[in-house]
């Protein structure tokens, strides 16, 4: 499998640390408010990767992480009357009905929150300190950019040009302007937690760090994030890991492209800021993890009500492929193939291969897509009633198998309700006339559907489960 490489800008076949093990890190939301559809983009593209590993057999062990302390979480407490914690609890609870909406909140992911980490920040600033790559301010503790080496390789920027940059912020407390917060002073009202050098809290860019070094061992195989985050986030995560521990802080650097709304950048001055919940109020946040696995997660993708249109009805297409297939299933017979019934599963083999060299060429999950389209093209021309079951269960177990890679299809046929009625005056009339076995096997098909019928002195009732 080949990954594209951030650090060295460059497609390279990925080897992880442990032969049968993949660690991997993902920059996870500050949660101060509900997350946007920007931010669900490397959770979508980063969880599909995740979801490829164990398809091939990996033990994946998958971190996205909580900062739940923060100058824009203490912000919203102040603005909202109440505590830092409880706003980070409030989003907290929201990103993870959001992620369930995506098909992302799984019991395997760990989910650190960076305030259960306090300690071994304070540990890890002290090591930076012994170094002599970091140093006390009167209580905020600044890591020394002149220390580092190899600043700037992730981004590829120098810190020549940073320092005469004119966006570089002026701080007298500074030895570099370059130099950056690893531990704050505490200002009155202010959550904090004591430390050796008095009352504070963490800066942004240690949690991470920690976060992945208590987690995942020094070096981890893939990090990954927003390409915004390249610099100076995960710049200053790696010098300062990397000071520390004198390791590789990562192998492989991941970064997504990003999302435009209408062809333009989204920022709420302009009304076109959309947070995931509010696409779930006019579509089915799997439209919305579709969407975003429809374009090569490095490039740009814009979004637009028109895209989203087209991507609802693919993936009905989709369903409809899976659902005629279910149909089949349940009205065909096994019998020997004839040769030309053996060319099928060949051609399903083809499709497979096909989504797994996308797959293995960077996570090229639009073309992974276009595999699934050829499977449910395949059978929506060549099956029928008379096809052998066995072609029929191969297919559907590849269609099935595939899509649980990418996160979609998972749901089951919803019937309507004009159905239920019309297989429930079907059985009924069986009971009449005393046809049991059929009148049983309605109400068995009816309960695989997630439909329960009770018979009842005021005749039958159903309900959904």
């Keep these: 499998m080949k990954l594209?490489?951030?650090?060295?800008?460059?497609?390279?076949?990925?080897?992880?640390?442990?032969?049968?093990?993949?660690?991997?890190?993902?920059?996870?939301?500050?949660?101060?408010?509900?997350?946007?559809?920007?931010?669900?983009?490397?959770?979508v593209v980063f969880d599909t990767l995740r979801r490829y590993f164990i398809f091939k057999g990996y033990d994946v062990k998958y971190v996205v992480n909580f900062t739940d302390i923060d100058d824009k979480i203490i912000n919203r407490a102040n603005?909202?009357?109440?505590?830092?914690?409880?706003i980070a609890e409030k989003y907290i609870e929201a990103f993870i009905e959001d992620a369930k909406g995506l098909n992302l909140y799984e019991e395997k992911?760990?989910?650190p929150r960076a305030t259960d980490f306090i300690?071994?920040?304070?540990?890890?600033?002290?090591?930076?300190?012994?170094?002599?790559?970091?140093?006390?301010?009167d209580g905020n503790v600044y890591f020394?950019?002149?220390?580092?080496?190899?600043?700037?390789?992730?981004?590829?920027?120098?810190?020549?040009?940073?320092?005469?940059?004119?966006r570089v912020n002026i701080n007298e407390e500074k030895r570099n302007p370059m130099d950056f917060a690893l531990w704050k002073k505490a200002k009155?009202?202010?959550?904090?937690?004591?430390?050796?050098?008095?009352?504070?809290?963490?800066?942004?860019?240690?949690?991470c760090s920690v976060m992945a070094k208590s987690l995942l061992g020094e070096t981890i195989d893939i990090h990954a994030g927003g390409e915004d985050l390249q610099f100076p986030h995960h710049e200053n995560e790696i010098v300062q890991s990397e000071t520390l521990t004198e390791k590789p802080f990562a192998?492989?650097?991941?970064?997504?492209?990003?999302?435009?709304?209408?062809?333009?950048?989204?920022?709420?001055?302009?009304?076109?800021?959309?947070?995931?919940?509010?696409?779930?109020?006019?579509?089915?946040?799997?439209?919305?993890?579709?969407?975003?696995?429809?374009?090569?997660?490095?490039?740009?993708i814009n979004f637009s009500r028109d895209v989203m249109e087209q991507l609802k009805n693919g993936l009905e297409r989709l369903y409809n492929g899976k659902y005629n297939l279910e149909y089949l299933l349940n009205r065909t017979e096994d019998r020997k193939l004839a040769e030309d019934e053996k060319e099928f599963l060949k051609k399903i083999d083809e499709y497979k291969d096909d989504f797994i060299r996308s797959m293995e060429d960077d996570i090229n999950t639009a073309d992974a897509i276009a595999s699934l389209f050829d499977i449910v093209k395949l059978a929506n021309t060549n099956f029928n009633e008379q096809t052998p079951k066995f072609v029929i269960q191969y297919t559907y177990d590849n269609l099935i198998g595939l899509s649980k890679i990418l996160g979609i299809l998972s749901k089951e046929e919803e019937m309507l309700e004009e159905e239920i009625l019309g297989l429930i005056e079907e059985r009924t009339q069986a009971r009449k006339e005393k046809n049991y076995?059929?009148?049983?096997?309605?109400?068995?098909?009816?309960?695989?559907?997630?439909i329960i019928l009770e018979d009842t002195q005021e005749g039958v009732k159903w309900k959904r489960i």
């Design 188 to 207: 009155e009202g202010e959550p904090y937690w004591d430390s050796p050098w008095g009352k504070g809290r963490p800066g942004w860019h240690i949690e």
């Design 144 to 166: 020394n950019i002149n220390s580092a080496k190899d600043y700037g390789k992730l981004s590829k920027k120098s810190i020549d040009d940073l320092i005469s940059g004119a």
């Design 437 to 450: 076995q059929l009148a049983d096997q309605i109400r068995e098909e009816l309960k695989k559907k997630g």
């Design 4 to 43: 594209y490489n951030t650090l060295t800008r460059k497609k390279e076949e990925f080897k992880p640390i442990k032969e049968k093990e993949v660690t991997m890190y993902v920059c996870g939301p500050t949660v101060y408010d509900y997350i946007h559809v920007g931010n669900a983009r490397p959770m």
């Design 109 to 111: 992911t760990i989910h």
């Design 79 to 86: 603005e909202e009357g109440t505590t830092a914690k409880e």
């Design 251 to 300: 192998n492989y650097w991941l970064h997504n492209g990003m999302l435009t709304i209408d062809n333009q950048k989204m920022s709420k001055s302009l009304g076109n800021f959309f947070t995931v919940r509010d696409i779930a109020k006019e579509y089915d946040l799997e439209v919305l993890r579709f969407f975003l696995l429809s374009a090569h997660y490095r490039n740009p």
């Design 119 to 137: 300690q071994s920040m304070v540990d890890f600033i002290e090591g930076l300190i012994d170094k002599g790559a970091a140093y006390n301010v």
